[in-house]
């Protein structure tokens, strides 16, 4: 198969049957993985704050800094959290709060140095999203590859690719004015790829994005990587809708199922595709039929769950689901991902 174009993908979505999507995406997933294999990891959301000034409408999370119900986490909190993600068996953490004005850089690089420290390789953790690392070196009055290296100097592998919606500017100006341009994302994620940390892509559907916006996010995505090479995987998701400012409705598993193929189809040079149980629960394990390989297991994430996802603790019922799909299923440890190379 050839590079999909922008236009092709756009006939595809238009045109293509289930079964025709599925059939290419599997092609494409073929070059990287077994077709019966899929991995997964046991995973926590920590959201150490939730004071956030961003204002973005699809968001049930946030409270402004002077309002009640604010908080941040301490220290022994955060640890008590990842303690019992390993008592669970997970050994992956990522970290999620928003935009707080009143915490410096210097506290994350406190608390991400008092991880390491703590945990060691035991415990891999995503140390921020693209999108709060922004705002951070905003904040600081530092360039992204000076904010960069102070991260990864207090022991910061990653900073995932967390933020990201829908990268179109038409699309922060309708719901999430305050939160930086496509280009600040883009640049800052470069900043992260060249300083030697790593970088995953993300992607949430189900606003009120076009399917011009959804393929535009695509393509600047597979672009991207094209020119870095930095990208470990794709992860997308659905907006739920519920408490927030912006409404709307869930879309259905159907939609999201071929979305995740056409993504499959498309990104040809990112390795790993992973479907979200967070916010699609069983339905997430039929997407890898339709290109996806990996998913994780997440034990708690307060900003999906505030805004109506359900978290199934009964990790091995859910494991059930992608073996009677047909597939054997294998823990992926966090601390070593080895981006596969096009067979």
């Known amino acids: 198969m050839s590079r999909v174009t922008v236009e092709e993908a756009r006939t595809l979505w238009e045109e293509a049957s289930d079964d025709q999507l599925k059939r290419l995406a599997q092609e494409v997933r073929g070059r990287f993985h077994d077709p019966n294999r899929a991995t997964y990891m046991v995973m926590r959301i920590i959201n150490y704050t939730n004071v956030c000034v961003a204002q973005c409408d699809y968001c049930a999370f946030y409270v402004l800094p002077n309002e009640n119900g604010g908080y941040v986490l301490s220290r022994d909190e955060v640890f008590a959290k990842i303690d019992e993600l390993v008592e669970f068996g997970g050994d992956l953490v990522a970290f999620n709060g928003g935009f707080n004005p009143r915490l410096p850089l210097d506290y994350y690089c406190d608390l991400f140095g008092s991880v390491r420290e703590r945990y060691g390789n035991r415990v891999e953790f995503y140390a921020l999203t693209i999108a709060e690392f922004v705002f951070l070196a905003d ?55 060249e300083s030697g940390m790593k970088t995953t892509a993300t992607m949430v559907i189900g606003f009120d994005e076009t399917l011009d916006e959804r393929l535009e996010h695509l393509e600047r995505t597979r672009d991207f990587q094209d020119e870095t090479g930095g990208l470990f995987s794709f992860l997308c998701w659905t907006y739920k809708p519920y408490g927030t400012a912006f409404g709307g409705r869930e879309i259905a598993p159907r939609e999201y199922w071929r979305h995740i193929a056409l993504s499959r189809i498309f990104l040809d040079n990112i390795a790993h595709i992973r479907t979200s149980v967070l916010t699609q629960n069983e339905d997430a394990f039929r997407a890898l039929d339709y290109g ?41 440890r966090a601390e070593r991902p080895v981006a596969l190379s096009p067979q």
């Open 292 to 332: 996806a390989d990996d998913f994780d297991l997440p034990i708690e994430d307060e900003v999906t769950q505030k805004a109506g996802a359900r978290i199934d603790l009964d990790l091995e019922s859910l494991l059930a689901i992608p073996r009677s799909l047909g597939y054997t299923v294998e823990y992926r």
């Open 139 to 193: 904040r600081a009055g530092l360039s992204y590859a000076e904010a960069a290296a102070r991260l990864r100097d207090a022991g910061v592998h990653w900073v995932t690719g967390g933020g990201s919606e829908i990268l179109t500017e038409d699309f922060r100006a309708r719901h999430a004015k305050w939160k930086y341009t496509v280009a600040d994302y883009f640049e800052a994620q470069r900043a992260i790829v």
